[in-house]
C-alpha cells in the first residue's frame, strides 16, 4: 500500500487562474470564444437546444431525478459527467471575470442538484431513475464514481470561483457518503471505478476543505486497483454475471496494482486520468515509488505510444493504447480527451521535476492534438484526431466507422466537447509556476499575459508579450515597487536548436540551464525586460526506424506546430506526393486563412496523372513525376473548410 516517506516533494507550484490574465493574439480569441459562443452552445446542447444535434438530455435527467418532471432516463450511464465539466468550465470563467447572467444559471443548475441529491447524498441520475435500488453493482462499467469526481471538480472550480459553499457543501456530502461505502473496513466495498477520474477529484476536494479523509478515500482506491482477489470479478459473481468478461482487466489499468505496472496499457483516457492521480498521491503522500511508477508510465507512454501531435491511444478497438510503435495513421483514435488528459498528466509531473519534457509534452498536446478536438467557429468537435484521411474510403471501412472526416455538432457520447472547453478555459494555470523556497518563477509556456506573484517579499507583476506560436520572440516585462533578487526561468523547447536570451537589450551568454530551463537569477529592477528569442525553421520531423506506418515519410513542423496537408489546398491522393529531404520550404502568415495561420509553401513532386481512359492498374515502369507547389496549414485547423483529404505524414525521398 501506500509508502508515507515524504521522499517527494514539488519543485514548483503552479499559479492559479486568478493570478494569471491571457491577453494574446493567439489565445484570447479562443478563451472569449469559449466564454461566448462555446459554453453557451454546449447549456443548449445538454438542454437539447440544438437542432439537428445527437440530443443529450443531461439536464432533463437532473430534473427527473429530482421529482420535477416525468419521463425516462436519456444517455450513456455518465450523462452526469458532461454538466460536471460544463459547470467547471464555467467556474474557470468566472475565476478570471464575474458574469452575473452566467453565474445565474450555474447557480439556478446547482439547486437543482441539491434538489436531485439523495438523503443520504447520493447524487447519480442513472441510478437514481432508472436503475434504482442498484446503487454500487457494477461499478466495472457504469461509471458511478466517475460522475462523481467529476461533479467534484467542478464543485471545487465554483467554490474557488465565487466563494460560494452550496455547491461544494453538496459535492462534499457526497464524498462523506461515499467514504461511508468504501474503505478497508469488513462493511465496506474494496473496490474502485472502472473509469478513473475520482482518484483525482478526491484530492482537489481534499485541497479545497482539508479533509484528510477525502485525500485516504483517494489513496485507497488508487492502492486497491489491481489487487487479487480480482474485485471486478467480485462483483461480476454477485451480479450473477457469467465470468467471462468482455474486456480485460487492462483495459481498466486493473492488471496489476498500480505500483508494479510498468507499460502503458488499455483505455487511454482512463490511464492518463489514473496516472495524474497517481502524481497527486505521490506528492500528497511522499510516495517515491508511486512517483517512479509514474515516471515509467510516462517513459513508456510518450516514447512508445503517442503521435506526433500528442495524441495517445491508438486503437479504435477499446480506444486504447497497444503495442509499441503500433501508430497508424489513418486508423489513429487519439480521442481528443486523451490528449487533454496527457496534458493534466504532464503538468502534473512538471511540477515535481521541473523538467522541460513534461513542458514540451504538455504544449505539443495543446496546440495538435487538443485544439484539433474544436472547429475554429467553437460548433462543432471531434472525437477522433486521424493523422491521415481518404474521404472516399473512409465510411466504407469497419475499422474506421467512429472516423468523421468533419466536426460534429454533438455526440452521444459527449465528453469531449465539455472537456476541450474547460482545458481553455482553465489554460492560465498552466503558464507559470514559483518555487517560494528558492525565489523562482518559471515560464513554461509561451502565452500573452499578465501574472502577478509574490517573490522575495515583493510583489511582482509581469506582463509577456508575443506572437507564438508564429513568431519565437517572447518579450517579459518586471514591475514590483522596488529592486529584488529571484530567478526567472525560462524554459528553452526541445524543438529549440538556437535560443538567444537578452536582459535590457544586453545579451546573456552565462545562464545556467537545468532540465530545459534557462534560469536567470539577479536583482531585478522596476521595468526590467527580458528578451528571449527561439529559432523557429520549418523542420522536416522523421520517425523511429520501428515506427514502420511512416518509413520513407517525413512530417512538417514549425515549432511548437505540427502541419498537414489538406486536399483543399493541394488536390487528391495526397499519399502521392513526394518531398525531397532538402527542399526548400518557407512559412508565411496569412491573416485570411483559417482566422489566421502560418503556413508552409514549397515544392514537391507527384505522379503525372494517366490519361483518363487509361484502364491499366499495373505497370512495369513508374509513372513519370512532376514538379507541384504544396502548402502545408496547421493540423489543428484541417476540416474547417470543405471536406476532403489529409496527410500528416508526407512521402520523403533523401
Given at each position: 500500500?501506500?509508502?508515507?516517506?515524504?521522499?517527494?516533494?514539488?519543485?514548483?507550484?503552479?499559479?492559479?487562474?486568478?493570478?494569471?490574465?491571457?491577453?494574446?493574439?493567439?489565445?484570447?480569441?479562443r478563451?472569449?470564444?469559449?466564454?461566448?459562443?462555446v459554453?453557451?452552445?454546449?447549456?443548449?446542447?445538454?438542454?437539447?437546444?440544438?437542432?439537428?444535434?445527437?440530443?443529450?438530455?443531461?439536464?432533463?435527467?437532473?430534473?427527473?431525478?429530482?421529482?420535477?418532471?416525468?419521463?425516462?432516463?436519456?444517455?450513456?450511464?455518465?450523462?452526469?459527467s458532461?454538466?460536471?465539466?460544463?459547470?467547471?468550465?464555467?467556474?474557470?470563467?468566472?475565476?478570471?471575470?464575474?458574469?452575473?447572467?452566467?453565474?445565474?444559471?450555474?447557480?439556478?443548475?446547482?439547486?437543482?442538484?441539491?434538489?436531485?441529491?439523495?438523503?443520504?447524498?447520493?447524487?447519480?441520475?442513472?441510478?437514481?431513475?432508472?436503475k434504482?435500488?442498484?446503487?454500487w453493482?457494477?461499478?466495472?462499467?457504469?461509471?458511478?464514481?466517475?460522475?462523481?469526481?467529476?461533479?467534484m471538480?467542478?464543485?471545487?472550480?465554483?467554490?474557488?470561483?465565487?466563494?460560494?459553499?452550496?455547491?461544494?457543501?453538496?459535492?462534499?456530502?457526497?464524498?462523506?457518503?461515499?467514504?461511508?461505502v468504501?474503505?478497508?473496513?469488513?462493511?465496506?466495498?474494496?473496490?474502485?471505478?472502472?473509469?478513473?477520474?475520482?482518484?483525482?477529484?478526491?484530492?482537489?476536494?481534499?485541497?479545497?476543505?482539508?479533509?484528510?479523509?477525502?485525500?485516504?478515500?483517494?489513496?485507497?482506491?488508487?492502492?486497491?486497483?489491481?489487487?487479487?482477489?480480482?474485485?471486478?470479478?467480485?462483483?461480476?459473481?454477485?451480479?450473477?454475471?457469467?465470468?467471462?468478461r468482455?474486456?480485460?482487466?487492462?483495459?481498466?489499468?486493473?492488471?496489476?496494482?498500480?505500483?508494479?505496472?510498468?507499460?502503458?496499457?488499455?483505455?487511454?483516457?482512463?490511464?492518463?486520468?489514473?496516472?495524474?492521480?497517481?502524481?497527486?498521491?505521490?506528492?500528497?503522500?511522499?510516495?517515491?515509488?508511486?512517483?517512479?511508477?509514474?515516471?515509467?508510465?510516462?517513459?513508456?507512454?510518450?516514447?512508445?505510444?503517442?503521435?506526433?501531435?500528442?495524441?495517445?491511444?491508438?486503437?479504435?478497438?477499446?480506444?486504447?493504447?497497444?503495442?509499441?510503435?503500433?501508430?497508424?495513421?489513418?486508423?489513429?483514435?487519439?480521442e481528443?480527451?486523451?490528449?487533454?488528459?496527457?496534458?493534466?498528466?504532464?503538468?502534473?509531473?512538471?511540477q515535481?521535476?521541473?523538467?522541460?519534457?513534461?513542458?514540451d509534452?504538455?504544449?505539443?498536446?495543446?496546440?495538435?492534438?487538443?485544439?484539433?478536438?474544436?472547429?475554429?467557429?467553437g460548433?462543432?468537435?471531434?472525437?477522433?484526431?486521424?493523422?491521415?484521411?481518404?474521404?472516399?474510403?473512409?465510411?466504407?471501412?469497419?475499422?474506421?466507422s467512429?472516423?468523421?472526416?468533419?466536426?460534429?455538432?454533438?455526440?452521444?457520447?459527449?465528453?469531449c466537447?465539455?472537456?476541450?472547453?474547460?482545458?481553455?478555459?482553465?489554460?492560465?494555470?498552466y503558464?507559470?509556476?514559483?518555487?517560494?523556497?528558492?525565489k523562482?518563477?518559471?515560464?513554461?509556456?509561451?502565452?500573452?499575459?499578465?501574472?502577478?506573484?509574490?517573490?522575495?517579499?515583493?510583489?511582482?507583476?509581469?506582463?509577456?508579450?508575443?506572437?507564438?506560436?508564429?513568431d519565437?520572440?517572447?518579450?517579459?516585462?518586471?514591475?514590483?515597487?522596488?529592486?529584488?533578487?529571484?530567478?526567472?526561468?525560462?524554459?528553452?523547447?526541445?524543438?529549440?536548436?538556437?535560443?538567444?536570451?537578452?536582459?535590457?537589450?544586453?545579451?546573456?551568454?552565462?545562464?545556467?540551464?537545468?532540465?530545459?530551463?534557462?534560469?536567470?537569477?539577479?536583482?531585478?529592477?522596476?521595468?526590467?525586460?527580458?528578451?528571449?528569442?527561439?529559432?523557429?525553421?520549418?523542420?522536416?520531423?522523421?520517425?523511429?526506424?520501428?515506427?514502420?506506418?511512416?518509413?520513407?515519410?517525413?512530417?512538417?513542423?514549425?515549432?511548437?506546430?505540427?502541419?498537414?496537408?489538406?486536399?483543399?489546398?493541394?488536390?487528391?491522393?495526397?499519399?502521392?506526393?513526394?518531398?525531397?529531404a532538402?527542399?526548400?520550404?518557407?512559412?508565411?502568415?496569412?491573416?485570411?486563412?483559417?482566422?489566421?495561420?502560418?503556413?508552409?509553401?514549397?515544392?514537391?513532386?507527384?505522379?503525372d496523372?494517366?490519361?483518363?481512359?487509361?484502364?491499366?492498374?499495373?505497370?512495369?515502369?513508374?509513372?513519370?513525376?512532376?514538379?507541384v507547389?504544396?502548402?502545408?496549414?496547421?493540423?489543428?485547423?484541417?476540416?474547417?473548410?470543405?471536406?476532403?483529404?489529409?496527410?500528416?505524414?508526407?512521402?520523403?525521398?533523401?
Amino acid at each position: 500500500m501506500s509508502t508515507m516517506n515524504n521522499q517527494v516533494q514539488k519543485k514548483m507550484n503552479p499559479l492559479t487562474l486568478q493570478q494569471v490574465t491571457i491577453q494574446d493574439p493567439f489565445w484570447s480569441s479562443r478563451e472569449q470564444n469559449v466564454t461566448e459562443t462555446v459554453v453557451p452552445y454546449q447549456w443548449d446542447a445538454l438542454n437539447d437546444n440544438i437542432p439537428g444535434a445527437e440530443p443529450s438530455h443531461t439536464i432533463e435527467n437532473f430534473r427527473l431525478a429530482a421529482g420535477e418532471a416525468q419521463g425516462e432516463y436519456y444517455g450513456m450511464v455518465f450523462q452526469d459527467s458532461d454538466l460536471g465539466k460544463w459547470l467547471e468550465t464555467v467556474g474557470f470563467i468566472l475565476s478570471r471575470e464575474r458574469d452575473p447572467e452566467l453565474e445565474k444559471t450555474a447557480d439556478e443548475v446547482i439547486d437543482l442538484l441539491e434538489r436531485a441529491q439523495q438523503p443520504d447524498g447520493y447524487l447519480n441520475t442513472y441510478y437514481t431513475v432508472k436503475k434504482t435500488g442498484e446503487r454500487w453493482t457494477n461499478l466495472r462499467d457504469n461509471h458511478e464514481l466517475y460522475c462523481a469526481g467529476h461533479l467534484m471538480e467542478a464543485a471545487v472550480s465554483y467554490y474557488q470561483a465565487t466563494g460560494k459553499r452550496k455547491f461544494l457543501d453538496i459535492m462534499s456530502r457526497y464524498a462523506d457518503y461515499i467514504a461511508t461505502v468504501f474503505g478497508p473496513g469488513s462493511d465496506q466495498i474494496q473496490g474502485y471505478d472502472g473509469h478513473p477520474e475520482i482518484e483525482l477529484a478526491l484530492v482537489k476536494m481534499y485541497e479545497a476543505t482539508g479533509e484528510a479523509k477525502y485525500l485516504e478515500l483517494s489513496s485507497f482506491f488508487v492502492d486497491q486497483r489491481g489487487q487479487q482477489p480480482h474485485f471486478f470479478d467480485q462483483e461480476a459473481e454477485k451480479r450473477q454475471e457469467n465470468t467471462s468478461r468482455k474486456r480485460s482487466y487492462d483495459y481498466f489499468q486493473a492488471h496489476a496494482p498500480v505500483r508494479e505496472q510498468q507499460t502503458a496499457e488499455g483505455h487511454s483516457v482512463r490511464a492518463v486520468y489514473l496516472y495524474s492521480a497517481m502524481a497527486d498521491l505521490a506528492v500528497k503522500n511522499g510516495d517515491q515509488q508511486l512517483l517512479d511508477a509514474c515516471k515509467q508510465l510516462w517513459k513508456d507512454t510518450t516514447r512508445r505510444k503517442m503521435y506526433l501531435t500528442g495524441g495517445i491511444g491508438s486503437s479504435e478497438f477499446q480506444e486504447r493504447f497497444t503495442v509499441p510503435y503500433d501508430l497508424p495513421n489513418d486508423r489513429a483514435y487519439a480521442e481528443t480527451c486523451a490528449a487533454i488528459g496527457l496534458m493534466f498528466w504532464a503538468h502534473r509531473m512538471l511540477q515535481i521535476e521541473a523538467d522541460r519534457e513534461y513542458a514540451d509534452i504538455m504544449e505539443r498536446a495543446l496546440y495538435n492534438g487538443v485544439l484539433s478536438g474544436i472547429s475554429l467557429d467553437g460548433k462543432s468537435y471531434f472525437y477522433v484526431n486521424p493523422l491521415e484521411v481518404w474521404p472516399d474510403t473512409a465510411n466504407h471501412r469497419h475499422d474506421m466507422s467512429t472516423v468523421k472526416v468533419t466536426r460534429q455538432p454533438w455526440f452521444g457520447c459527449a465528453c469531449c466537447p465539455p472537456n476541450i472547453a474547460r482545458l481553455i478555459a482553465s489554460l492560465g494555470q498552466y503558464i507559470y509556476s514559483q518555487n517560494d523556497a528558492r525565489k523562482e518563477l518559471y515560464v513554461h509556456l509561451y502565452i500573452g499575459s499578465n501574472a502577478a506573484v509574490e517573490l522575495a517579499g515583493q510583489q511582482v507583476r509581469l506582463l509577456q508579450t508575443t506572437s507564438y506560436p508564429w513568431d519565437g520572440t517572447v518579450e517579459l516585462e518586471l514591475d514590483m515597487d522596488q529592486g529584488a533578487e529571484f530567478a526567472v526561468s525560462l524554459r528553452i523547447p526541445g524543438w529549440c536548436k538556437a535560443a538567444k536570451i537578452a536582459v535590457n537589450g544586453e545579451e546573456v551568454t552565462d545562464t545556467a540551464t537545468n532540465s530545459g530551463y534557462a534560469s536567470l537569477r539577479r536583482t531585478w529592477q522596476p521595468g526590467d525586460r527580458i528578451t528571449l528569442e527561439l529559432s523557429m525553421p520549418v523542420e522536416l520531423v522523421f520517425a523511429h526506424p520501428a515506427l514502420r506506418e511512416n518509413a520513407g515519410k517525413a512530417a512538417l513542423q514549425r515549432g511548437p506546430v505540427v502541419f498537414c496537408l489538406e486536399e483543399a489546398d493541394n488536390g487528391v491522393n495526397l499519399q502521392d506526393i513526394e518531398l525531397a529531404a532538402d527542399a526548400k520550404l518557407k512559412a508565411e502568415f496569412d491573416e485570411n486563412l483559417l482566422g489566421g495561420v502560418v503556413v508552409i509553401n514549397g515544392t514537391a513532386t507527384r505522379s503525372d496523372s494517366p490519361a483518363a481512359d487509361a484502364d491499366e492498374l499495373y505497370a512495369t515502369s513508374p509513372a513519370a513525376r512532376v514538379p507541384v507547389r504544396i502548402t502545408a496549414v496547421p493540423y489543428y485547423a484541417w476540416s474547417n473548410r470543405a471536406p476532403g483529404e489529409m496527410t500528416v505524414w508526407i512521402r520523403c525521398r533523401a
